[in-house]
């Protein structure tokens, strides 16, 4: 697909590719202990790619367009290609110096996960290197902090400028991430994505709240009020708070998730971002955007891996139709 190609509602998703090794454990190893699995599987991941993946699949009426950077090695041509197959534009996806990017995922018996991530060629995103052409009003561009933030801020202030609106999933949070960083990346954002631990340490940094003490509620809700933006709050099993721009004066919605046997928790978050994003981006409010991730996000859990166990436009819409009265 050429840039050309990109015009009408479009999501933008500039981030990280990686190979996902997964293995099945009893329980996930403490310092220290070694556990052992019978087997691991290698799946495609990187939260870029599986916000991506999550929005082709949504079935939204838009394009879907991913930038970031993988090797020049078989992973990095395997990741490509999967891309591609699910129909998303990949012009923007650079060779990086380095190798691609890896995540090393264990997951217990309840579904729970620890992951380490080695960013090899994320690295190498470089937002100058995404044509000018990319950018227009219908434009939804999704980040999250697998890539250089400076390149991510970059790509926020060009898809603003150009009037298009930016989705931010603050994870993972850098550990070294500074409050006039945070403060940067929100004064460029429309939606901020976060989850309870997220959550927190944005509201540390931004010092709204008090961390520890307050509900999440109420933390979403003064931070929404502090930097002008909805705030979304993904809570796992409990669904998502809602925040919108009016912050403490305003409300906030809970929205349920779906019922579900957990089997793997690995590509909720994501799933949740991509398939909001989507929405978002074909004209959806807030409020229905988020509703339709939830109940995405909720199927993603019945399946192992992060792309494998995202749901299809079907799916998605077959489960809404149960949930209404």
Known sequence: MSNSALSGPTVFVFGSVNIDLVCRVAAIPRPGETVLSARYEQLFGGKGANQAVAAARSGGRGKVAFAGA???????????????????????????????????????????????????????????????????????????????????????????????????????????LRTEDLAALLATSDVLVVNETELAAAARLTQVGQVGQDAPETMAAALAARSAITVIATCGGDGVLVAD?????????????????????????????????????????????????????????????????????????????????
Do not use: Y
Not at 89 to 98: N, S
Not at 119 to 143: C, F, K, Q
Not at 165 to 171: C, D, G, I, M, T
């Open 70 to 176: 993988v090797g020049d090695d078989d992973l990095g041509r395997a990741a490509r290609g999967a891309l591609e197959a699910e129909r998303i534009d990949t012009t923007h996806l650079r060779l990086g110096g380095e190798r691609t990017g890896c995540a090393f995922i264990t997951i217990d018996a309840r579904g729970e996960n620890a992951i380490t991530v080695a960013s090899g060629a994320n690295s190498d995103a470089r937002a100058a290197a995404i044509d000018a052409s990319s950018w227009h009003a219908e434009t939804v561009l999704v980040l999250q902090m697998e890539i250089p933030l400076a390149e991510s801020l970059a790509a926020a202030r060009r898809a603003k400028a150009a009037g298009g609106r930016v989705v931010v999933n603050l994870a993972p949070v850098p550990a070294d």
């Open 245 to 325: 721009a009016a912050g403490a004066a305003g409300p906030v919605t809970r929205l349920a998730a779906l019922t579900v046997d957990v089997v793997d928790t690995t590509g909720a978050g994501d799933t949740f971002v991509g398939v909001f994003a989507s929405a978002f981006a074909a004209g959806d409010s807030v409020l229905e955007a988020a509703r339709r991730a939830v109940a995405a996000a909720s199927l993603a859990c019945q399946k192992l891996g992060a792309q494998t166990a995202m749901p299809r436009a079907a799916e998605i819409d077959a489960a809404l139709a149960r949930r209404r009265p």
